[in-house]
Structures are given as structure tokens and as C-alpha cells.
């Protein structure tokens, strides 16, 4: 498997132990954040362990967004699902309507 990563700062979706439910916009802040704790940790490559490279970046953009004050390990205990938000955008209609003619 390769080390190449595709840049992406993802849109997550969090459920807690609590039922509490939170979507976050990640952004390079958390990928900085994510890149030197790693190197730090010896944490593997994102492409290794995806899961965790997700969890760090909902628990970093929470965090910051100072909806919770958790350590990373509580907050690895406490969300029992994290989730790239894959929302689709809206259906678009490619076909436009023909514009009346001004007479």
C-alpha cells in the first residue's frame, strides 16, 4: 500500500457512548495537528489506519471548536462512531429551460 495520502480535510460525523451527535468541518489546522503528534507518537500513516487517523481529527476539530474538553484517549473511549460525512450534494437538473423570446 502506498504512503501517498489524498489531502482531504473531511466533513465527520461523531456519536458519543451519551447519544450526543455532532458533525464537524476538519481543516488543515486539524491535519497539522494530526501530522505532528504522529510524528511525535510514531502513530502510523492515515492510509494505515484510517480509523484512527479520523477519530484524531474529529476529536482535534471538536476540540478546538471547544465543543468538548476530552483527552484524546477519553475522547477514543466515548465515540463509539466517527464517520467521513459523505453528503451527496442536491440533484441538479442539467437540462435548462429554453428562455421565452422577447417580442
Do not use: I
Not at 492515515?46 to 483527552?71: C, I, N, V, Y
Amino acid at each position: 500500500m502506498s504512503d501517498r495520502v489524498q489531502l482531504v480535510a473531511p466533513r465527520v460525523d461523531v456519536v458519543m457512548t451519551d447519544g450526543a451527535e455532532f458533525t464537524v468541518q476538519t481543516d488543515n489546522r486539524d491535519l497539522l495537528g494530526f501530522e505532528r503528534l504522529r510524528s511525535k507518537h510514531k502513530w502510523p500513516s492515515p492510509s494505515d489506519a484510517p480509523f484512527g487517523w479520523l477519530t484524531f481529527l474529529a476529536w482535534h476539530a471538536l476540540k478546538r471548536e471547544g465543543q468538548h474538553t476530552m483527552t484524546l484517549p477519553e475522547f477514543e473511549a466515548a465515540a463509539v462512531l466517527v464517520t467521513s460525512s459523505e453528503e451527496a450534494p442536491d440533484a441538479v437538473d442539467p437540462t435548462q429551460p429554453e428562455a421565452e423570446p422577447d417580442y
